[in-house]
Structure formats: C-alpha cells, structure tokens
C-alpha cells in the first residue's frame, strides 16, 4: 500500500471514530427520546396520595419532584415526560410537608417515543377551576389543550349584600365599572383550595346571578372553611389568565376577611 493511501485510511477511521464518539455523548446529554425536549429521569422515591403520585427521580445527577395523576410507580423506574408547570413552596396537606419545588405533569411514559407534552398542573384538588357553568371543554387564551369542564352547582342560598358592598350578581353585570377597583361582598363558602401558587382560593354564592354566573372566585392569605358566611374586600381583575386553562373571567384578587 503506497504511503499516501494509508494516510488517506488512518485520516477517514480516525474521523469515523471521533463522529461516533461525539454522537453518543450528544445522545447522552438530550436523553433516548426522539422528541426535543423530552426529559428521561429514574424514580429514586415514590410517595402516594388521594389524587397524586409523587415521584422524586433523578436526571444527570440532579434530583428533583414531580407529580402526576394518581399511578403505581416503583424506585428504579424509568420515566420520559415534556413540560409541565413548577410551583415552588408546594404545601401537600395529606403528606404534611411543604415541597421546596414540584413539577406537576398530566403524565409519564415509559417510552421516550409516545411522551404527551404537559401543559397543566393537572386538575382538581390541585389548582382551583375557573366560573365553568356549562359542560364541555375550555381553553384560555394561551393554552394549547383542551380540557373538560365540570358544572358549578348553584347552591340555596341567600344572603343579602354586605353594608357599602355589592352582590355577584351586579358585580358580573357591571364588571366593567368594577375593574381594578376594591370592592365588598359577602357570601358563603361554597369551596376552599388551601396554598396553591402561594393563595388560599375561594369560590363563594350569595344566591344571586347575571347572565348565569352566580359563582365567585378570590385568592387570599386567610383560610375559612365550606359553609362559612363571610364578607371579602379586594380588588377586582376582568380576563386573568394563568395560563394553562385556567381563565378567570372575574376574580378578586388577594381579600381581606371584614
């Protein structure tokens, strides 16, 4: 072989070798999945509650937790998922711990090839539902999915506005003339969502309406419980959307227990 051509050989299987080996540290380092973006993680612990399973799980050594609709998962396992919604400071009331940070999924899956892009924080108890009085699906604004509404039932109930305050019922007729003013009404509980996002949320009836929206939603710092007969004041927003779904056609945003 002249010296030429086996120069020419050793260049090409030393540039062969130096290709593969840079394709399988980049394969590595963006997990097995044929999708961007896709994550692939171990289950490192699991821990079970009504609604979720919570998986803390490892990714290049780097630990974090998820949390998914309810499933069985075992340590050792592995997972692939897309997206989701981080809430730092998460308060778990049937575990009892406060989480430093969660990532709430919609699922995993256990082939990176199959992997649904999560957009949600999943659904109830976790995060509080908008005024759905109909059935069917809603999206906000930017969501890219779609979900199923669950009616809001409206309850017997009757209770006069409170002294300087307004009923739901002229707050949703005169929406307009309420935004990004503080208002008084007072209501019974009729749904209590503790520490999501950092709130309390709070759905309330007072056995008025508009145009069929009787329900009122508030985010605030106080807990109360369902049954309870109290007057709020806060201010009102018009069209808050969370993303994720989750849109808020009037809502009053941080109140204070009068």
Known sequence: MHKRSLILMIATIATLFFSCKSGSDSDTKQTDGNQPNTHKVVVKDVLQTSSYTYLQVTENNKEQWLAVPSMQAKSGETYY??????????????????????LFLEGVSTDPNTVKVSKTAADAPAMPK??????????????????????VEKKEIKIDAA??????????????????KT?????????????????????????TEHAGKFDMVITTDKEVNVGDKVTFEGKISLNKDLGYGYFFEVIMEDALIK
């Not at 002294?163 to 990004?180: D, M």
């Not at 208002?183 to 503790?194: A, L, M, N, R």
């Open 81 to 102: 998922y897309q997206g989701g919604l981080v809430m730092n400071k998460f308060q778990s009331k049937e575990l009892n711990r406060t989480f430093e940070s969660v």
């Open 163 to 180: 002294k300087g305050g307004i009923t739901i019922g002229e707050l949703f007729a005169k929406k307009e003339n309420y935004s990004g």
């Open 130 to 151: 908008a005024n759905d009085t109909s059935t069917g699906t809603a999206t906000g604004p930017t969501a890219q999915y779609t979900r199923t509404v669950t009616p």
């Open 183 to 207: 208002v008084k009404i007072k209501g019974e509980v009729t749904k209590f969502t503790p520490a999501v996002m950092n709130k309390n949320w709070i759905h309330i009836q007072d056995g």
